[in-house]
RNA sequence: CGGGGCGUGGCGCAGUUUGGCUAGCGCGCUUGACUGGGGGUCAAGAGGUCGCAGGUUCAAGUCCUGUCGCCCCGACCA
């Protein structure tokens, strides 16, 4: 057998060992409809782990959930300037509401709608368009609302997870009395996905505002989390914008305040995606697979039973139902540990790389040997794929817990080693250029990096670094009191920006 | 959408240049035996009409036209 679970490996050929642990994990594949993937039950239980967060999150910050329509009238799509320019292109649009039986078997749309329909990109509009309605005096303030729902971008070249014509998401629309407490609340939620990201998906990230250019349309401004790939390539993993009165003057989003005085609204929205399971992959995994941050592992813990004979089997299996017990007790991260028992009638070995290959945090076997010692042997997915110690089982119950918030913390100080260790200050145009187009060393995917570069907002140095396919990914908020001079434009500004390529 | 490549059992491929009998191979799958903390060994099976549509021909996986999809590069990526 080769010596990884994957081929190719990381530093062989990026792109195509990321859809081989994608496929080996067996999280989500093509799907017959252009552009759309189908997820999978194992990639689909890892957003429902991030959806339970997360919607916690949402709702200890005074969020509630809602739904609005998955069709938006054309007309609402026209109505903020900067959004129509934005959202122009890439949209699936609806024109007719029938199909008719045609003489040679075929189905033939009829019934051409008046309006036509867009299939929402995102739901600034529809939901703008029901704040105006709601919210007439500064009483009905602040309406904070979030949405988890699909959403059609048709997307040129589409990546499993990463950027699909359909995918997941949650979109939260707020709408405020006063600037400040919109802009508190875009923070806040920025946040909310910085602390998600660092505490469950053990995912380092940078946040901070986009330059002008990387804004949603029609945004004033723009916050992103930016993370680092293996490969050192930038994934935005979650934005939050800071809309202003613009989708409020534009669908007259208005209320009286106190004085009677009749105001514009201050709106937000901000989202994280299916993307970011895309981001776990591309941060965590290995040459032998997926490998997932046990906060967010649909099984923490799995039991693989080991027996020749039917009363090994039957003595086997009742030490790991007990087993199965007495974890489900234990917590991690204020929830019952996730325990299954693997017993299919299948190769030991197969089922053994299976649960490698699916990124398991734990995998303990319990065999006849391990049943006569009072032990079980314990395996770590952050170790090799053929590393075992053997624990007394009392002690694995005990310290099972334990040992997965090693793994959390593990996972996430690896990832911001690797971060910290391809990120670097520069000083000229010429260091950037020599940065990024060094070639990768030998055995390494990494081309490049993030560089903290002083640079103005400004298309002198957006077209500076087209070339080599470099953007401004944010000027990230914390650790960044360091004025200085652009290095394109000469001058002043009051932080480094992060320059990297991206996803 | 522009340039390039590709679509043959579940997966990976050969066959297409020079059309010709029942379309091969490896892995996987099923069954049995041997095994047994091993991505095991051996044997016997099942499974495809060659992306789709049309055309040329006595004959098409192989030639022609169209179309759909996938991959890489570019543009796009809220």
């Not at 505490?199 to 004033?220: C, H, I, T």
């Not at 006569?372 to 009392?394: I, K």
């Not at 090693?406 to 910290?420: L, N, P």
Request: charged share 25%; net charge negative.
């Amino acid at each position: 057998m080769p010596d990884h679970a994957i081929s190719p490996i990381r530093s062989q050929d990026y792109p195509e060992w990321y859809q081989q642990v994608v496929r080996a994990a067996d999280l989500a594949e093509q799907s017959p409809v252009r552009g759309c993937m189908v997820i999978k039950p194992h990639g689909y239980a890892i957003w429902e782990r991030m959806q339970t967060i997360l919607d916690r999150m949402f709702k200890a910050t005074g969020h509630q959930n809602a739904y609005f329509p998955l069709f938006i009238p054309l007309s609402y799509l026209e109505q903020e300037a900067k959004h129509v320019e934005g959202f122009a292109k890439e949209c699936a649009v609806v024109t007719h509401h029938r199909l008719e039986l045609g003489p040679d078997g075929k189905l033939i749309p009829t019934g051409k709608l008046e309006e036509p329909l867009v299939v929402r990109p995102t739901s600034e509009t529809i939901i703008g368009a029901m704040y105006a309605k709601w919210v007439q005096s500064w009483r009905d303030l602040p309406v904070l609302i979030n949405q988890w729902a699909n959403v059609v971008r048709w997307e040129m070249r589409p990546r499993l997870f990463l950027r699909t014509a359909e995918f997941l998401w949650q979109e939260g629309h707020t709408a405020h009395a006063t600037r400040d407490e919109a802009v508190e609340e875009t923070l806040r939620m920025l946040d909310v996905y910085a602390t998600f990201a660092e505490r469950d998906l053990a995912m380092p990230v940078l946040k901070g505002p986009k330059p002008s250019g990387e804004r949603f349309p029609g945004a004033v401004d723009t916050f992103s989390i930016e993370a680092m790939m293996q490969d050192g390539k930038a994934l935005q993993a979650g934005t939050s914008h800071f809309l202003g009165q613009n989708f409020a003057q534009a669908q007259g989003i208005k209320f009286s305040n106190s004085s009677g005085v009749e105001e514009f609204c201050w709106t937000t929205s901000w989202g994280v995606s299916t993307r970011l399971i895309g981001a776990v992959i591309m941060t965590h995994s290995d040459d032998d697979g997926l490998c997932l941050p046990p906060r967010i592992a649909p099984t923490q813990v799995m039991l693989l039973p080991i027996h020749r004979t039917d009363e090994e089997r039957t003595a086997v299996l009742a030490c790991c139902r007990q087993l199965e017990a007495e974890l489900s007790n234990a917590r991690f991260g204020d929830e019952p540990i996730r325990v299954r028992i693997d017993a299919r009638d299948m190769r030991g070995g197969d089922k053994v790389w299976q649960h490698v290959k699916q990124g398991v945090p734990l995998r303990v076997e319990i065999g006849p040997r391990d049943l006569a010692a009072g032990a079980v042997s314990v395996s770590r997915r952050d170790r090799g794929p053929r590393e075992r110690a053997a624990m007394p089982l009392g002690q694995f119950v005990a310290e099972a817990a334990g040992l997965l918030d090693d793994i959390q913390r593990g996972m996430f100080d690896r990832a911001k080693a690797f971060r910290d260790q391809h990120s670097v200050r520069l000083g000229s145009t010429a260091e950037v250029v020599e940065f990024f187009e060094r070639p990768a060393e030998k055995g390494s995917p990494v081309q490049g990096g993030f560089a903290h570069v002083h640079v103005a907002d400004d298309p002198a140095v957006t077209a500076m670094f087209d070339p080599l396919k470099v953007t401004v990914r944010c000027i990230p908020l914390e650790g960044n009191d360091d004025p200085g001079t652009c290095i394109v434009t000469g001058r002043p500004v009051t932080g480094r920006s992060v320059l990297a390529r991206s996803y």
